[in-house]
C-alpha cells in the first residue's frame, strides 16, 4: 500500500495530509460481503485489515466545507473528537479554525498512524491526541471526557454498526454539545418483483435506522 502526501484548502486554512494514493487498490471490496465486514463483527480474512479509513472519502470533504462556511460552530467549541476519522480532515480543520482540545479516533491501527502523522503534519499535536475506538467495543472512558463538538463523515455505511454507534455517540457527546455528520446516501438496487426492472430501494437503511435510534434531534 502507497501513501502519498497532499493538501487541501478550506477557506482560508490549507490542510496537509497522508491518505492512500488515488488509484490504489483498497481491501475494501469485502466491506459489501457481509460475511466478511469486520464491522459487523464477521473475522476478517487472514491478512486483510480493514484499510477504508486510509481513503479520503468525499463526505469528509462535505463536512470540510461546512465547517469552513459556519467556522463559529469550531470556534467556540472548547473540543473537538472525530469519530471513523480515518484521513481525519474535518477534525483537523476543525481545530485549526478555533482553540479546541481536538480527538481523532478509529478502530483500524494502519489508520491511526496516518491519523497522528496527519495531527503532526498540521501542528495539532500540542491539543491533539489519536485514540481507539472500536464502536463494536468500547463502552467509556471516563478519563476521556465528553466533548462539545462530535463530527463524522461517511460512517453509516452497514446497518449492523448503526446500534453500536449510537451507543458510543451517546458517551462523547456532552449533553449540549453538537454531532455534525457528513452521510452518502446509498440505497440498494432492487429486483422490482412484478416489472423485474431493477430500481432502487426507497430508502437508505442505516440512516433510517440512525435517525430512529437517535433521541435527539439530527
Ligand atoms: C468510509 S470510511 C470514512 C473515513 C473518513 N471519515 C472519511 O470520510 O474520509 C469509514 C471509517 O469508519 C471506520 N470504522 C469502521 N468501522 C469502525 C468501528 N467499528 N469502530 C471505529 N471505526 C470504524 C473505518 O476505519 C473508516 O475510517
New binding site residues.
Partial sequence: MVLSSASANFGELTLQYLCRRPGETSQKCWTIQDDFCP?QGAPLPENLV?D??L???P??EVLCCFLADHPALAKHAPSVLE?????G?PGLLAALLGEAQLML????PQ?LSVLQQNLEANGLSGRGKVQQ????RWRGNPELGRFELVL????L?ASA?VK?FVEVLKLVLSPHGVFLMAHQIRRSILLDPKTRVPRLEDYDEPLEQFRSLSDRKI
Fill in positions: 464491522s480493514d477504508i479509513g481513503d479520503l472519502w463526505a469528509s469519530l471513523g476519522a480515518g484521513v480532515l479516533t478509529d478502530y483500524e489508520v475506538i472500536d464502536w463494536k463524522g463523515a461517511d460512517l455505511y454498526i453500536d
